[in-house]
């Protein structure tokens, strides 16, 4: 698997992973996120079921946006959102919660739409829209 560029550049000490320590430390303590001359809008998720990345590792930048999954939370049920399911899940209805600088968390809520294509959507429209 560490044949992929993105596997490579999650190694400790690999050149991307090198280059972001650099760029210091944002808002919330947590390593800040490159910013284009326009601005970048950064939305972060991650879930309590991937079994790759840890669903704090997934969310600790500093972000404008971080959205958590956690389906056990919501209906018990132990397979929700895995690392694969990001990039393909363009509907359905998922347990999570939201944090949008500078609030908190909000509480655990099965949201319509949900899924992880359908939440970035939200995010850059409202964003453009903006």
């Known amino acids: 698997m560490l044949n992929y560029g993105q596997c490579q550049d999650m190694v400790p000490g690999s050149a991307m992973l090198q280059y972001l320590e650099s760029l210091g430390t944002g808002w919330d303590g947590h390593p800040e ?37 956690n389906s ?32 908190s968390w909000s509480t655990w809520g099965i949201l319509n739409p949900s899924s992880p294509i359908a939440r970035a959507y939200l995010g850059i429209h409202r964003h453009s829209a903006a």
């Open 33 to 69: 996120l490159p910013v284009s001359a326009m601005g970048t809008n950064w939305t972060v998720m991650s879930s309590f079921e991937d079994l790759i990345t840890s669903y704090s590792s997934g969310i600790s930048v500093a972000a404008q946006h971080k959205i958590q999954y």
């Open 72 to 103: 056990l939370r919501c209906t018990g049920d132990e397979f929700g959102l895995g690392h694969g399911d990001f990039p393909h899940k363009s509907a359905g209805n998922y347990c999570l919660r939201a944090r949008h600088y500078p609030g």
